[in-house]
């Protein structure tokens, strides 16, 4: 296991628990914060990246240029990193990112996407930007599927590409698995993103590091989407243990996640009911909230909607799709029980019940 490079998304995945309301302040003092314990690289952009900022997504309390702007003027050593989404993002939001002092950018897509991000590689490149490929959902496709799209991304110039949890549904053997499969597959770095919905962010960013992956991801705290990314405090303690410490302080590090994030928090994200159930179903945690909706309106527990979501490897923006798997729910527990008679009476669960003097018929 060699040391890894950390980048910190505490001020872009953690806008999503924040509800993108990250002052310029906020901005200072954390990134003042992280740069002084030695985190080398911090990424600042709403929750879904350059020009998140919308109807759809969630407004910014304030722009996120201003923020991007305001981080670099505060780090002294750390490197700028901001996010782009093919399709959200666009060249006109790039360059004034880059004008602000973006110095390294991510690009997502959907795991099996890499082919839309070509141009946006093309346009960082030539803009003199460090590039970083996000294989988001990283879980719905076995290893040997994940590289081949990670040769895509690696071929259009990208200088790292992760492996992205995005649900938390991971476990470490799946972690382990595809930054081999990575490894094995690029000339370039590979990374691990790590989500904490089944309480694995740590030990999947650990399995990834034993399976050769070269960059993680923390947040500070925790502070991020579903039930929160691995910890950066956590990850510079366990690095420190293993004796692969890339030069983090790892107690100004405890002391920024105490003093400097926790008292801003909202809300500590942890694996509570809702959490647990988008790393079980591996489904976008903005699923969770339609589906709770639609499920109130039809009676059917929202768990397995998002269940059945998961099996049929729904991504995002096919939202429309939880109406219709809720109403298939609905018919098909009225036709389990189309057939019973009033001697076979039901229990208040959907069981038979035995009925007196005849067979079991439950």
Not at 22 to 49: K, N, S, W
Not at 124 to 133: H, P, Q, R, S
Not at 222 to 241: I, M, S, V
């Amino acid at each position: 296991m060699n040391a890894p490079r950390l980048t910190d998304t505490t001020l872009r995945d953690g806008s999503h628990a924040m509800r993108h309301t990250f002052t310029r302040q906020h901005v200072r003092d954390i990134v003042t914060a992280l740069d002084r314990a030695g985190v080398p690289v911090i990424e600042v952009t709403h929750g879904d990246g350059l020009a998140g900022s919308s109807l759809q997504y969630g407004f910014s309390l304030t722009p996120d240029l201003d923020l991007i702007a305001e981080a670099r003027e505060a780090a002294e050593r750390a490197r700028i990193a901001a996010l782009l989404l093919p399709g959200i993002g666009t060249r006109r939001e790039l360059k004034a990112a880059v004008e602000r002092g973006v110095q390294v950018l991510r690009i997502a897509t959907q795991c099996t996407e890499a082919d839309i991000s070509e141009e946006h590689f093309k346009m960082a490149k030539d803009m003199g930007l460090e590039t970083v490929g996000f294989l988001m959902m990283s879980h719905m496709r076995p290893p040997e599927f994940l590289a081949e799209q990670a040769a895509l991304m690696e071929s259009y110039g990208a200088d790292c590409v992760y492996v992205v949890d995005s649900a938390g549904a991971m476990l470490p053997h799946d972690a382990a698995a595809r930054v081999r499969a990575l490894k094995a597959a690029l000339r370039v770095q590979v990374g691990f993103h790590a989500h904490n919905n089944l309480g694995l962010g740590i030990g999947n960013t650990l399995a990834a590091l034993e399976a050769g992956a070269d960059q993680i991801d923390g947040c500070l705290r925790g502070l991020g989407a579903g039930a929160g990314n691995a910890a950066t405090e956590l990850l510079a303690a366990a690095l420190d243990r293993l004796g692969v410490n890339p030069g983090l302080d790892v107690l100004a590090l405890m002391d920024a996640a105490e003093y400097v994030v926790a008292p801003i928090m909202p809300f500590q994200p942890f694996p509570d009911r809702d959490a647990i159930i988008i790393g079980y179903a591996g489904v976008y945690s903005t699923f969770l909230l339609h589906a709770r909706r639609v499920g109130e309106q039809l009676g059917i527990d929202p768990r397995a909607i998002l269940i059945e979501l998961g099996r049929r490897q729904t991504v995002a923006g096919q939202e429309d799709w939880i109406l219709d798997v809720a109403l298939e729910l609905v018919r098909k527990r009225e036709q389990s029980t189309e057939g019973l008679t009033l001697a076979e009476p039901v229990e208040a669960n959907g069981s038979r019940k035995t009925v007196p003097g005849g067979a079991d018929v439950g």
